[in-house]
């Protein structure tokens, strides 16, 4: 058993115990090209599918009686992230909010949560064959052992919590976590970031929230769980649902976050119409932010030539890959490139003007903020997985393998789509037949 098991309980023995070996059976799927392949151009080599878990059996075992119904709906969501659990095919991974979704009522959307009482979960993978098995669950909880559950945090600045249908409103939740990135540390506790502080979060190696480092002026009243302003007040303007979504633990124990998408400075349009984005530095030693980088997009019609949707770029994943050096995912929903980047000293521009929000322009509204005097992290492109066949959608997770290979996990929103034609007259999910996948890259030039 591991260490970290103790004291609470562990999802692999619960599905023992009267649910059938079926209902967590993967379904098959066709292979990329065999790892022995004489391919130069990067290629798939590895694709495995997680089978259908029902998430009323997944939740109510490790924190009986949170879900009472869980409309149809399976385990999904994992693919917020993968980070190496260090056995060979193994893997950390996080869900996100839970189920959720957008139903328009009187021409204004509402943000939809089918299963309210759905706890977010640091959950632990192994790809086997062409099969995504799952060895473990940490379900994430209150200094009181509470589920922080994946509700809205603050009434007029996070979007209001609805029923499946979007009839009944739901109640905020000063504990929720939209929960992404993840990474281990080496006693065995966890980072994560969140989208609605947003906030980066130290959890216990049981889950329990040691501490939440929100942005100065947050104001967040009412958690479980230790709040601390630690972050630049500038992330305030984060646009709703776009907080941190990428994680990465530098060698050193460094932390660096980055913000889904352009900061809505001065105003929404602002942050729609902008490719720059901004990476925070973090400091677990000192509790702080300790520099912040500028990094452009590419023209989102090179990143996905079916789309010309600016606001439609996205930072999904970070990831080590040396000493300052970090390899950055830049995606649509269809598409995604992985950029590598240095992150330098002559870079830093936390304190300066940019951070304040009074400054105008902004840096989200620079056309050349390079131009600007603004020190942009300067990249360089590894792969387009845009041009690689087998590589599914959504791509939201990307781990190092080795040297050659890169795991690739995807976002499949639990089956949900959005619209009234997402669950059946008897309430139950019709399902987007979207499945969560685990795919290998090999790289034949290497990262």
């Known amino acids: 058993m591991s260490p970290y098991a103790t004291g609470r309980r ?37 694709t495995a599918t997680l089978g259908d878990i029902p998430l009323g059996t997944f939740s109510n075992a490790l924190l009986p009686g949170t879900v009472a119904d869980d409309r149809g709906v399976d385990l999904g969501g994992i693919g917020s992230d993968i980070y ?21 009522v009187d021409g204004t959307k509402r943000r939809t949560f089918p299963v309210p009482g759905f706890d977010p979960a640091i959950v632990k993978i192994r790809v086997s064959g062409d099969t995504v098995k799952v060895l473990d669950a940490i379900p994430i909880t209150t200094s009181s052992g509470k589920p922080v559950t994946g509700l809205p945090n603050q009434k007029g600045r996070d979007e209001a919590p609805y029923s499946y249908d979007a009839q009944t409103p739901l109640s905020y939740n000063a504990n929720g976590l939209d929960t992404e990135g993840v990474v281990r540390a080496g006693d065995g506790s966890f980072w994560l970031v969140d989208e609605y502080g947003p906030s980066l979060v130290h959890v216990s190696a049981r889950g329990r929230v040691l501490a939440r480092y929100v942005p100065e002026g947050l104001n967040l009243t009412g958690a479980d769980y230790p709040v601390m302003e630690a972050l630049p007040s500038v992330l305030l303007h984060r646009k709703i649902n776009r907080g941190f979504e990428g994680l990465a633990q530098l060698p050193g124990g460094d932390l660096v976050m980055a913000v889904q998408s352009p900061l809505s400075l001065p105003d929404g349009d602002a942050g729609d119409a902008s490719r720059t984005i901004r990476l925070l530095r973090f400091s677990p030693k000192k509790e702080a932010v300790t520099a912040e980088y500028a990094y452009r997009f590419d023209p989102v019609n090179v990143v996905d030539p079916s789309e010309d949707d600016t606001s439609e770029l996205k930072i999904s994943s970070v990831v080590a890959v040396g000493r300052d050096r970090l390899l950055v995912e830049e995606r649509t929903d269809k598409a995604a490139r992985l950029q590598i980047v240095h992150l330098g000293r002559k870079a830093n521009i936390l304190g ?24 942009v992290l300067a990249k360089r492109l590894l792969v387009d997985l845009g041009t690689v066949d087998g590589v599914p959608g959504k791509i939201e997770g990307v781990a190092r393998v080795d040297r050659d290979t890169l795991a690739l996990i995807n976002d499949n929103d639990f089956g949900m789509t959005d619209g009234t034609g997402a669950f059946d007259a008897n309430g139950r999910l019709v399902d987007s037949g979207v499945e969560t996948t685990v795919t290998y890259v090999r790289l034949p030039r290497g990262i």
């Open 10 to 46: 562990r999802f692999h023995r619960s599905l023992a115990v009267g649910v059938p070996l079926a209902v967590v059976a993967a379904a098959l799927v066709t292979a990329g090209p065999a790892s022995g392949s004489t391919t130069t151009a990067p290629h798939v080599t590895r």
């Open 84 to 104: 190496p659990a260090g056995r060979k095919g193994e893997f950390w991974t996080v869900t996100d909010r839970g189920p959720n979704g957008q139903i328009k």
């Open 352 to 375: 300066g003007p940019w951070d304040d929000d009074t400054t105008s322009p902004s840096l989200e509204q620079l056309d050349d903020p390079a131009a600007s005097g603004v020190p």
